[in-house]
C-alpha cells in the first residue's frame, strides 16, 4: 500500500494551521505543522515531505525567505498561500521558486483540489530541472516551464489565451492563474531569449496571449 503524501503546512496562525490539517488529513494526507519558516526549513531537512504550504506574511523568514532556502537544498512542489492579490509579488514568489499560488480567503474544498492537482502534475512531470536545447541554446528549465512550451509548441505561430495555458500546464483552475503565466513566461524569457527586453520567441500581447516562433 502506497504511503500518504506528506503536506507540510507553515503558518503562524495555530487555528488556520489545524483547520488546514482537519481538511486535508480529511482526504487522506498526512500533515506535518511549522509555526515558522526557519522551523519549516529544518523540518524539510530531516524529515520526507512531499509539498510545503507556506504563507507569505510571516514573522522571522517570511515565505518568500522561506522558499528560497528550501529550494536550495529541494525541487518539491511549493504552494505559496496569502491575501496578497498582488501580481507583483506573484512574481516574487515565482522568482524564489514557488510555481503555485492560493488566495486567502479560500473555500474548504480549495485545498484538497488544488494539492491533488499539484502533486499529480509533480508525478507526471518530475520535480528536478531540465537542460533542453531551444535556439541552439543550453538552457536549465523547471518541469513546469517545459510542459509550458509544450503546449505553446502544440500550436505555433498561434496566440494562445494565458488562462488556457495554466489551465494546461498547471493542471487546475484559479484567479492567480493569469499572473503565474505572466511570472512563468517572465522567467523563460531570462533563460531563453539571447534578449529577453525583446522577445523574439515566445511573445505576448496586450491581450494576455502568447504565442511561440519555432525556427524555421
Request: net charge negative; hydrophobic share 40%.
Given at each position: 500500500m502506497?504511503?500518504?503524501?506528506?503536506?507540510?503546512?507553515?503558518?503562524d496562525?495555530?487555528?488556520?494551521?489545524?483547520?488546514v490539517?482537519?481538511?486535508?488529513e480529511?482526504?487522506?494526507?498526512r500533515?506535518?505543522?511549522?509555526?515558522?519558516?526557519?522551523?519549516?526549513?529544518?523540518?524539510?531537512?530531516?524529515?520526507h515531505?512531499?509539498?510545503?504550504?507556506?504563507d507569505?506574511?510571516m514573522?522571522g523568514?517570511?515565505?518568500?525567505?522561506?522558499?528560497?532556502?528550501?529550494?536550495?537544498?529541494?525541487?518539491?512542489?511549493?504552494l505559496m498561500v496569502?491575501?496578497l492579490?498582488?501580481?507583483?509579488v506573484?512574481?516574487?514568489?515565482?522568482?524564489?521558486?514557488?510555481?503555485?499560488?492560493?488566495?486567502?480567503?479560500?473555500?474548504?474544498?480549495?485545498w484538497?483540489?488544488?494539492?491533488?492537482a499539484?502533486?499529480?502534475?509533480?508525478?507526471?512531470?518530475?520535480i528536478?530541472?531540465?537542460?533542453?536545447?531551444?535556439?541552439?541554446?543550453?538552457?536549465?528549465?523547471?518541469?513546469?516551464e517545459?510542459?509550458?512550451?509544450?503546449?505553446?509548441r502544440?500550436?505555433?505561430s498561434?496566440?494562445v489565451?494565458?488562462?488556457?495555458?495554466?489551465?494546461?500546464?498547471?493542471?487546475?483552475s484559479?484567479?492567480?492563474?493569469?499572473?503565474l503565466?505572466?511570472?512563468?513566461?517572465?522567467?523563460?524569457h531570462?533563460?531563453?531569449?539571447?534578449?529577453?527586453?525583446?522577445?523574439?520567441?515566445?511573445?505576448?500581447?496586450?491581450?494576455?496571449r502568447?504565442r511561440i516562433?519555432?525556427?524555421?
Amino acid at each position: 500500500m502506497t504511503d500518504s503524501p506528506t503536506i507540510l503546512v507553515v503558518d503562524d496562525n495555530p487555528d488556520l494551521c489545524e483547520g488546514v490539517r482537519n481538511l486535508l488529513e480529511t482526504g487522506g494526507y498526512r500533515v506535518v505543522i511549522a509555526g515558522n519558516g526557519q522551523q519549516a526549513f529544518e523540518l524539510v531537512e530531516s524529515t520526507h515531505v512531499d509539498l510545503v504550504a507556506l504563507d507569505i506574511m510571516m514573522p522571522g523568514w517570511d515565505g518568500l525567505r522561506t522558499c528560497e532556502q528550501i529550494r536550495k537544498i529541494s525541487n518539491m512542489p511549493i504552494l505559496m498561500v496569502t491575501e496578497l492579490d498582488v501580481p507583483q509579488v506573484i512574481h516574487q514568489a515565482y522568482g524564489v521558486g514557488s510555481q503555485d499560488y492560493l488566495y486567502k480567503p479560500y473555500e474548504s474544498w480549495d485545498w484538497p483540489i488544488r494539492i491533488a492537482a499539484i502533486l499529480k502534475r509533480a508525478h507526471e512531470l518530475g520535480i528536478q530541472p531540465r537542460q533542453i536545447e531551444i535556439s541552439g541554446r543550453s538552457v536549465l528549465l523547471t518541469p513546469l516551464e517545459v510542459r509550458l512550451l509544450q503546449v505553446l509548441r502544440l500550436v505555433p505561430s498561434v496566440w494562445v489565451p494565458a488562462g488556457v495555458l495554466f489551465q494546461q500546464t498547471w493542471g487546475y483552475s484559479g484567479e492567480e492563474g493569469i499572473h503565474l503565466v505572466h511570472a512563468a513566461v517572465a522567467q523563460l524569457h531570462q533563460k531563453i531569449e539571447a534578449d529577453p527586453g525583446s522577445p523574439t520567441i515566445i511573445r505576448g500581447d496586450d491581450r494576455q496571449r502568447y504565442r511561440i516562433q519555432l525556427e524555421s
